[in-house]
């Protein structure tokens, strides 16, 4: 088909150009079709000279009136051109660029868009954009024009000409699949209309239409695809746990379980006790008990004579886990292993062959339980704690050392239904909502960095009453370019100065594992009062003792990031404290410190969070394991989203097979294939 054509053979590129392409990941026709612009230009409105504003970008119809003028300085060549409309005169300069001169014929007319200025005692436009005035084929100006993303070698002008020359020749070979009929429901505007106009829109209306109509598309393919894989997931036929005494468990349990936690495990029981294939999200904030619960599920599990995989993102949150574990376990026959990336060659072979041989119920660890050489006796649950630092093809890939096994992932990063649904689409959600009985709420405060020393007295003051301190900065190395405190030299000043009475120690991602663990355990023994550290600390770390989070330079993180590291204290009966030490000027900052001082709900933070600064970054880049999107924005488009839900939703119950929309099955099949290839191929 010719949208799989390589781009060399489209009008203007050839295999030179063709490369430049490709570093923007544009291979096929079809690619530069659906490069859209970044952003638009409105150079529609063609204005007299006369009228033109000076300080404005406008864009106006002239011809050349003379020749051209060059003004050399020592460093610099000045190139000005005289051009009229009837109306008045203005001059086109460009500097350092004397082939300008050669371009242009006297009496041509051309569309010019620029900045008027008065400068040299007259009208000028710097740099112009101009282009041949012809009738109706202007890409450039006279138009809204699109803006692409470039790379170096290649123009506006370029991109604009080679896309123009892509769609005039190919656009007819896309194809629409919706059916006519959900076009007209749905209001949206056919495939060709939207391409043609998102690249070169008549009007601002038809570009809202087209952007619309793509916006919608992307977000639709997706959460179809993924509602298709958890129908999927509903129907494969797992294992059927059976009931199981949970006495011996439970007596050995020091609290008894909030409701909320009652309430979610029940919903895993029932999946566990069925014999459809579990796949279930526990949302959770932080410190609401997700742990706990997750041991109840593998307790079910070994019981039953499976094995059970738990996953964690550090090696200090799996080696954490273990011990908890243990510590729950103790009083059961559950056996538990621990599979970290720092065991010996001879450690990880004992370990590796005590999984297959099942002589572990439970193991516990990182990355390294999905590597190839890891195989299970007989897998039945894989647990992957904090999901968001795993990708969807981790989570998978850990399933895949089983067959059918139950899946439970965990969470806290609070994230708003309709999110979830796309981001975790083809999970079934539970949600722990209430925390712990007991616990006093963790005083915050926003401080302006001169009030640091302050916050440091503070803290030693509770370091001699027995407690302990988290100190997290932003980077660990001095850099002059970025003035954040480092945790090197905040280690270094606390230790040295302020604090010879507290013992510091330091943690930082660029130190090996063995050496962060060792600072780790020290820091759970108390044998450290003061951990500095960067956010290594982050997610999951439990030290009950620990009652005072310190974070300098509190500005440069997301106040998802800052809940969680938050959440790192207020472990216990002691009254904890959360400094946030904000190094910026602006209000604007302070103001986003200061909803931490005022909720401690998860969620809210977590909207609040999206709200300033988009899902990219609250979810931390590509870890949410998405593919990128195109056009859609997921936090601009949230009302699409859910518009795109419902109808998703009902196209389901309709035609569930899609047996009635062929054209957009066979769509979904060639853009998911591995997503979708077993639920609709057949
Ligand atoms: P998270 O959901 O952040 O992973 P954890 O599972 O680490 O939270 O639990 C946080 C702390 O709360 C642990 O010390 C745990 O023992 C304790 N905990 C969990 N559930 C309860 C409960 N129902 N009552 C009292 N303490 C609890
Ligand atoms: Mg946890």
Redesign the pocket.
Known sequence: MSLDLDIQYVKGVGPKRAKLFKKLGIDMVKDLIFYFPRDYEDRSEIVKIEDLIVGEKQTFKAYIAGSAREVKTSRVVITKIPVKDGTGAVELVWYNQPYMKNNFKIGEEYIISGKLQFKYGQLVVENPVLEKSEEDLNLNTGRIVPVYGLTEGLTQNILRKVIFNALSEYLDEVEEFFEEEFLREKGLMNLKEALLNIHFPKDEEKLARAKYRLKYQELFLLQLALFLVKKSVKEKRGIRFRKVDIKPFVSNLP????SA?MKVLKEIILDMASDKVMNRLIQ?D???????VAAFAMYIAAKNGYQVAMMAPTEILAKQHYKTLEEIFKGTDIRIGLLSGSLSPSGRKEVLEKIEKGEYDVVVGTHALIEEDVSFKNLGLCITDEQHRFGVRQRALLAQKGENPDVLVMT?TPIPRTLALILYGDLDISIIDQL??GRKRVKTYVIPSSMRKKAYEFAIKEVKKGRQVYVVCPLIEESDKIKAASAEIVYREIYKDAFKEARVGLLHGKMSDSDKERIMEAFVRGEIDILVSTTVIEV?V?V?NATVMIVENAERFGLAQLHQLR?RVG?SEFQSYCILINYSPSETAKKRLEVLARTSDGFKIAERDLEIRGPGEFLGEKQHGLPEFKIANLFEDIDILKRVQKDVESLLEEDPKLERHPKLRQVLISEFYDKVKDIILN
């Open positions: 609290f008894k379980l909030t936690q959770g932080v410190g609401s008990g997700k742990t706990i806290a712990p009985p999951g439990n009950p959440g472990r």
